[in-house]
């Protein structure tokens, strides 16, 4: 017994350390998903201070411009301030700012334009290559972008110059196709996270908002890891409180019916801003006859009104949202309709004219003007229900997001940590999904496909999928021409001139393989020696063979194994007698390769 119990106890304790004992791809790659943690809370870190220093030059120093922050907000220049204020300067800035970033862009790095997240996105389902250079650039244009009043945050941005980094660090590790994916996943999600001060809704965002209606399931694990890293880097250097401070809610039944007409009016306006979105990136802009290098000024050209006509809608405006947060009548009702209105153009003006920037934060703040809004509306009606209106106002961020994206389990969750309020989860699952539901296939991103079916970068497994519902019989070829082993190679050359097929199975008297034949492979014997060498002398004698009743994936694995074009389909009881041809060109035309 004792014997019995001293093996037992090493063979599991073998089993212990074999499963801790990682194979070289493993490690290599979960060494890397902890490399692009530390890297994505140092980019998050650079972009964070280039954006405030941008904006304090500009906005603050020149301008005289104060921007509202929410409470979580770093700012590094915020012991600095401005002696001299040139308020007017400002839209005259934010146009010849957008014209000199727009020349440089274009002519270094056109693909930094835009969101950075859309880019992204269509990196992984096109299996695009991202230039080493397009983090850099990005960096600089993002910050420039923000520094100058446009309407646009640093999260689709970040998205961008995370997967670049980790673009450029797979392909000098050699990493596989696959893995560089997941790794791009990595670096967006790290460098996502650290922005937003959202580890897991960050980590579960960028794996949802692949798809309109599926989730890249296999990133999720490496995503969390490189979330967390970045996080805690980034916070450790500006501060561990969340975005936003929000007060701790209590559910109240009655509020439900109204949770779910802020669901449904944040899915209608974010139909809204995406025809808006992508009727002016689409249309509009693609169709004024001017070099591109110019139409980032023609965007701007609606901050510069912005500036003179309504200044709130100036940057990001997350410290507006904390303000209804604080005080659901800080803006009055008529107020709030405008600010979303010119909200939406603002950020559509500057994203889709080739400005760089982020789309995300913006949007965030347009939902929770949409809560505020419908909150303010409510209240004036149902006094006694309306207890606690900035719950709207989270609510609304999330469901807009949810509409919008096509993210709405990420949303729910990203609000949820940005707010550090965790009681807001059941409504806003409510809201959220109604939201969801009701924009349909309504998307700000371009790349997104429906599920993984539709991306290039499942193909292989696609393929899989189908081949193994097929059999050999099904395609194989019966019309077989069979040669004699007797033949000599010269009698062979003139029977082949007859033949379409490369490979050719060779028979002996009882009309059993035992043998194949390349038809070319005979140009490589001597002329001299054709009329006495016989194909039995020639013929490859170790070969695959395949059955009936095997599935296609196999045939296809076995043909790509062999390093032939064809093989024989042999009966199951009898490995002699051929039945048939499948050559690779018949497995393609299956897949309409």
């Excluded at 969101?115 to 250079?133: C, E, M, N, P």
Aim: charged share 15%; hydrophobic share 50%; glycine share 8%.
């Amino acid at each position: 017994m004792d014997t019995y119990i001293v093996k037992l106890g090493g063979k599991l304790t073998r089993r212990f350390f074999d499963a801790l004992r990682f194979n070289v791809k493993v490690r290599k790659i979960f060494g890397l998903t902890l490399i692009m943690g530390v890297i994505g809370g140092i980019s998050a870190l650079t972009l964070t201070f280039l954006a405030d220093f941008f904006s304090f030059i500009f906005l603050k120093l020149i301008g005289g411009f104060s921007i509202i922050r929410a409470p979580g907000e770093p700012d590094f220049f915020s012991s600095f301030t401005a002696s001299f204020s040139l308020y007017q300067l400002l839209p005259i800035i934010a146009i010849i700012g957008a014209l000199f970033m727009g020349y440089i862009t274009y002519s270094m790095s056109p693909e930094v334009c835009g969101s950075g997240l859309d880019a992204i996105i269509g990196a992984f389902h096109k299996r695009d290559k991202i230039r080493a250079r397009v983090p850099f650039f990005k960096t600089i244009a993002s910050a420039f972008t923000i520094g100058i009043g446009g309407s646009v945050g640093k999260e689709g941005p970040a998205a961008q110059i995370g997967g670049g980094l980790a673009a450029f660090i797979a392909d000098k590790f050699k990493l596989t196709k696959r893995d560089t994916e997941l790794l791009i996943l990595t670096g967006a999600a790290a460098c996502l996270a650290a922005v937003f001060k959202s580890p897991f809704g960050s980590a579960f965002f960028i794996v949802e908002v692949l798809y309109l209606r599926d989730y890249e399931v296999e990133a999720f694990i490496p995503c969390i890891l490189s979330t967390f890293l970045s996080y805690a880097l980034y916070c450790s250097i500006v501060g561990w409180a969340p975005l936003f401070s929000s007060p701790v809610y209590s559910f109240i039944p009655a509020e439900l019916p109204l949770f779910i007409i802020l669901g449904i009016l944040c899915g209608l306006l974010g139909i809204l801003f995406v025809s808006v979105f992508q009727n002016l990136k689409n249309k509009v802009f693609p169709s004024i006859k001017v070099n591109v290098q110019f139409k980032p000024a023609l965007g701007m050209v609606f901050i510069a009104l912005c500036f003179i006509l309504f200044p709130y809608t100036v940057g990001t405006g997350y410290g507006y949202i904390q303000l209804l947060i604080n005080n659901i009548q800080f803006f009055p009702l008529q107020m709030l309709v405008l600010f979303i209105v010119m909200k939406i153009f603002a950020t559509a003006f500057t994203v889709t004219s080739g400005n760089s920037g982020g789309d995300f934060a913006p949007s965030l703040v347009i939902g929770g003007l949409i809560g505020g809004l419908t909150a303010l509306f409510f209240q004036q009606i149902f006094p006694s229900i309306i207890i606690q209106p900035g719950i709207f106002v989270v609510l609304g961020m999330g469901s807009f997001i949810s509409a919008i994206a096509k993210t709405p389990i990420a949303s729910i969750i990203i609000v949820s940590e940005m707010t550090a309020s965790y009681t807001v989860l059941a409504p806003a699952i409510l809201a959220s999904f109604i939201a969801y539901v009701v924009s349909s296939k309504w998307s700000i991103y371009d790349n997104q496909v429906v599920n993984r079916t539709h991306s290039y970068s499942h193909l292989s497994e696609i393929i899989c999928d189908v081949l193994c519902h097929i059999t050999v019989k099904k395609i194989m070829s019966t019309d077989v021409h069979k040669v004699p082993e007797n033949l000599t190679v010269r009698e062979f050359e003139e029977l082949a001139k007859e033949f379409t097929e490369s490979i050719v199975p060779v028979v002996n008297e009882k009309d059993e393989i035992i043998g194949v034949i390349d038809v070319r492979s005979t140009l490589s014997v001597p002329l001299e020696l054709k009329s006495n060498i016989r194909l039995k002398d020639i013929i490859v004698k170790e070969f695959m063979t395949l059955t009936p009743d095997e599935n296609l994936r196999d045939a296809f694995h076995k043909l790509i194994v062999s390093n032939i074009e064809s093989l024989p389909v042999v009966d199951l009881k009898n490995p002699k007698n051929v039945l048939g041809m499948v050559s690779r060109r018949d497995i393609e035309k299956i897949l309409n390769l």
